[in-house]
């Protein structure tokens, strides 16, 4: 007997954290258990200064790398050492004060807390990662 | 595998004169497959009048594939006859809980003061297993479950033999929070099992101007139903779980709307009704028993 035949789906988890960030005003990250970014709200892409329709999924290290991410002081941070990277790789809650370039070039800072997935039987489905902008300071890169 | 519905009512038992066509039971589908193997999709009602058959002539062994816990799919377990039959094996397959066994879960209806009974006093042999989003072989048929949006845990579940596939997700409101014609199919509820299905028995209890004021009930309004089979690609549609306070011409106006969103698919959309079978092997067209 072969395997059914079925559709490529994401996970129940996933599904209902993407219906929840769609319909939130607060910014919206999520990553799928492969790190890879799967999903970002409304809110989320003024931050990113692109829309999720216009980059598409983004494999883990990419979107990282794309954002210059650093501390207020400007101290470069690895994604390993973002809140979204702890809680992927370390599967803990984290929360960190970032700084980003913008797809726009715009260079913000913001709070970030990250927080890892699990399913009933203890998976992990990914992470989702919240965001914060205190004040609308922005700094051209 | 040939399927038969014992029960298809949603939430509560209906029975009464306006619901004597599509029966009042609440959800319970017999499945038999090509092995002789049978497997039970939920225990509504329905289960009840299906174990007085069943207990005729018994199986070596039963399965009972749970959705859910909700009572309109748990309330007729502790009066399947088979229960009660000294030794038989039964295995009952349900949705994961992070806090509870699926038994302890069962356990909280299935003993006093909800029941005379303790689940743990049953004659029978029960073995508790978790719905395996994994393929699963029961007999002739693999069987793969996935959670689905509704109200706690909850699954449907897919069944396959001999290259025909039955999906049986009688609780779901893929709607939920989103726009389901715009939505990519991988990110919809059950779209991970439904895709392709030979036969899709679904949730269909509202109407759209009813589902308006039962946003996160955990059900679908026809529309829903439509869009979620439409990108699903299933052959056949089976309108399921119905709202206990729709009597059966108003079932017949919500099949009528349910069409008039489908063209081409009218003769392919049905509701489900108490005693309805559905026929599909490998060599012959899927057959699905319309009502009368």
């Known amino acids: ?141 | 595998m040939q399927a038969r519905v014992w029960g298809c009512r949603g939430s509560v038992a209906a029975p009464g004169a306006d619901t004597v066509k599509y029966g009042g039971n609440t959800s319970c589908v017999e499945v038999r497959l090509a092995s002789g193997h049978s497997l039970i999709l939920d225990a509504g009602t329905g289960i009840r009048p299906l174990g007085v058959v069943m207990n005729k002539d018994l199986p070596t062994e039963v399965h009972i594939l749970l959705t859910h816990l909700h009572l309109d799919h748990l309330q007729g377990l502790g009066f399947f006859r088979p229960l009660f039959v000294p030794g038989l094996d039964i295995h009952i397959w349900g949705p994961t809980s992070p806090v509870q066994h699926l038994s302890e879960r069962i356990a909280m209806y299935l003993s006093p003061p909800l029941f005379p009974l303790r689940l743990e006093d049953v004659p029978s042999h029960l073995i508790f297993h978790d719905a395996s989003e994994e393929p699963l072989t029961i007999g002739s048929a693999t069987i793969r479950a996935a959670k689905v949006t509704h109200q706690g845990p909850t699954v449907g579940y897919r069944i396959e033999e001999d290259g025909r596939s039955l999906v049986y997700i009688p609780d779901h409101e893929p709607a939920l929070g989103t726009d389901l014609s715009s939505v990519p199919e991988s990110w919809m509820s059950g779209h991970v099992i439904a895709y392709g299905a030979d036969v899709l028995l679904h949730d269909a209890q509202y109407r759209d101007d009813e589902y308006d004021t039962h946003i996160g009930w955990g059900h679908s309004g026809v529309d829903a139903t439509i869009q979620f089979a439409q990108k699903a690609d299933v052959g056949n549609l089976i309108l399921f779980h119905h709202d206990p306070y729709h009597t059966d011409p108003e079932l017949e106006v919500l099949l009528h709307q349910a069409r008039a969103r489908w063209l081409g698919m009218e003769n392919r959309i049905n509701l489900a009704f108490e005693g309805m079978t559905i026929t599909l092997d490998g060599t012959s067209p899927v057959h699905v028993e319309a009502a009368v």
């Open chain 1, 1 to 141: 007997m072969s395997e059914p035949a079925v559709g490529a789906s994401k996970s129940l988890p996933l599904i209902l954290a993407r219906e929840l960030a769609s319909n939130l005003a607060t910014p919206m990250f999520l990553l799928d258990a492969a790190g890879t970014l799967v999903y970002f709200n409304e809110a989320a892409a003024r931050l990113l200064g692109k829309d999720f329709t216009d980059l598409g999924e983004i494999p883990s290290g990419e979107f990282g790398a794309a954002l210059e991410l650093a501390l207020p002081d400007g101290k470069p941070l690895p994604l390993r050492e973002s809140p979204a990277g702890i809680a992927f790789f370390e599967r803990r809650p984290a929360h960190k004060t970032l700084m980003a370039t913008s797809y726009d070039g715009v260079r913000r800072q913001f709070e970030a807390t990250a927080h890892p997935l699990f399913g009933a039987e203890g998976e992990m489905h990914g992470v989702f990662a919240l965001f914060w902008q205190d004040s609308p300071g922005e700094f051209t890169s």
